[in-house]
């Protein structure tokens, strides 16, 4: 069994930032396209940036020019560097990990809170 866990949440002020990190442990095969979502209180989960196998990224709108994300293909670990981070930020943070080519499924960590305060 595959599991995601996350780790680099916490409570900041606006401007400042944080890195998440997702480390995959388990039964690990190759994952192809892995990705960090966030869920606000109240809202849908949506994605923030994802990134496959071979380092193609894509990031919402409403985060590029401050996030970065990056993977680690021999640790199975993927990581988002988020800057200048905004209160509109704060939500629980969700890795994701799709496998399978073509896409079969995929796996979900737990999510870490991510507060920005004003």
């Known amino acids: 069994q595959v599991q995601l866990v996350e780790s680099g949440g916490g409570l900041v002020q606006a401007g400042g930032s944080l890195r998440l990190s997702c480390a995959a442990s388990?039964?690990?095969?190759?994952?192809?396209?892995m990705g960090w979502y966030r869920q606000a209180p109240g809202k849908q989960r949506d994605s923030v940036a994802t990134?496959?196998?071979?380092?193609?990224?894509n990031y919402a709108n409403s985060v590029k020019g401050r996030f970065t994300i990056s993977r680690d293909n021999s640790k199975n670990t993927v990581y988002l560097q988020m800057n200048s981070l905004k209160p509109e930020d704060t939500a629980v943070y969700y890795c994701?990990?799709?496998?399978?080519?073509?896409?079969?499924?995929?796996?979900w960590g737990q999510g870490t809170q991510v507060a920005v305060s004003s």
């Open positions: 388990g039964n690990i095969f190759s994952f192809t396209t």
């Open positions: 990134i496959t196998s071979g380092g193609i990224t």
């Open positions: 994701n990990a799709q496998y399978g080519r073509p896409y079969l499924g995929d796996y």
